[in-house]
């Protein structure tokens, strides 16, 4: 089997909001899918956190490695494409569309050998794992709302971020934690800054002080407290936090999450399947991370593609019991064939056919996507 051509297809239409300095809009591309297409008629889909333009431009400097190779051998080529970018953006948007093409191999090599790729990864510790809803923090009333309804829908996770938190003052903090902890009740709730966004004001007194208050509500982890690039904070922070403290969703290539891991700056590392350079790379950072007794949770604030890799990396990494689900984007609910359900226990099962074990809806994605045939395998 051959590698023959490899398309994208960004997602317009139904982009949701995502706390970002100038916020998104539904038409803005900030998801890309990738298809990896071969000479025996299989076809591998992944997905890549980045738009669409950027990704077409590293994948068309990235095919002379592509194109002719066995698509089987995930990893020999995932890091042919790593070790050939250093001097054309590695760690950037090459990294980013790397990533999306890793997890198209992983579901040709699962849909050759008749495997789920959690099988491949290693082997299956679980079949099903539980799900986290993930909302943006809003006022107490309408995050309430959205918080309740989530709770009918049989979420038993919940994680709130962003909004103001840490951007007004600790009033403000204080009274959004406790209208989300009164609306879910003794369930699972963790809490994100979003120190990611550009200037983000948090400091280190603010989240030691902030991680103090947080201990007050139960919360199970402290994300992204400080700016991405503070190593030292997020030491010092962790090793006098009395909550769990976590991070790493815009760090990429293993080699960047190495530092924090062997300084012991998080408790749980969250590497995003879809820029931090594909499953490849998440199970290498979950392999570190388990040998330091730090827990993976991956940041999944994506798409379905996302999702499915994600499921498939929680069956192979041992400690990894929590997925991060986006809830109310379409490019979550929607675009695969299946929808994901609930169990009545408020836990995703983790498909067991062969590769990721989902397919694209043509329906959804000639609504969403920007090549309406992508779903189309001949097309």
């Not at 698509?71 to 042919?80: D, K, L, S």
């Not at 056919?353 to 001949?378: N, Q, W």
Request: hydrophobic letters at 40%.
């Amino acid at each position: 089997m051959k590698i023959t051509r490899i398309e994208t297809c960004g997602l317009r239409g139904a982009t949701p909001e995502g706390g970002w300095s100038n916020e998104l809009r539904p038409d803005d591309v900030v998801h890309t899918l990738v298809a990896v297409h071969t000479d025996e008629g299989v076809t591998g889909v992944g997905s890549a956190f980045t738009t669409e333009d950027l990704v077409r431009g590293a994948v068309d400097l990235l095919l002379p490695h592509l194109v002719g190779q066995d698509p089987v051998e995930v990893e020999r080529i995932a890091e042919t494409l790593h070790q050939t970018a250093f001097w054309m953006g590695r760690g950037g948007s090459l990294t980013h569309a790397t990533s999306a093409i890793d997890i198209a191999l992983w579901d040709i090599a699962g849909q050759a050998l008749g495997q789920p790729v959690g099988r491949l990864l290693g082997g299956r510790h679980r079949n099903r794992v539980r799900p986290y809803a993930s909302v943006l923090m809003d006022e107490a009333g309408p995050m309430t709302d959205n918080l309740t309804a989530l709770v009918e829908q049989g979420f038993t996770a919940f994680k709130i971020g962003w909004w103001k938190f840490g951007r007004v003052d600790a009033a403000t903090d204080e009274r959004t934690v406790a209208a989300a902890r009164a609306a879910i009740g003794d369930r699972l709730l963790a809490v994100d800054a979003g120190g990611s966004e550009g200037f983000f004001p948090g400091d280190l007194a603010w989240a030691k002080r902030t991680a103090r208050m947080l201990a007050d509500y139960d919360v199970a982890w402290f994300e992204e407290a400080l700016a991405p690039d503070d190593l030292n904070g997020f030491a010092e922070l962790r090793a006098g936090s009395p909550v769990p403290i976590s991070g790493g969703e815009v760090l990429t290539r293993r080699q960047s999450f190495t530092p924090y891991l062997q300084r012991r700056a998080f408790d749980i590392v969250q590497p995003d399947t879809t820029k931090g350079g594909g499953l490849s790379e998440s199970r290498r950072i979950g392999w570190e991370a388990q040998d330091l007794g730090i827990r993976l949770i991956p940041h999944g604030w994506n798409t379905a593609v996302g999702l499915a890799a994600d499921l498939q990396l929680s069956s192979a990494l041992v400690s990894t019991d929590l997925v991060e689900y986006k809830t109310g984007s379409a490019y979550v609910d929607d675009l695969v064939a299946e929808s994901w359900r609930l169990d009545d226990d408020g836990y995703l099962d983790i498909p067991s056919g062969p590769g990721l074990g989902v397919s694209l809806d043509p329906e959804a994605v000639g609504k969403y996507g920007t090549r309406p045939a992508f779903a189309d395998p001949m097309a």
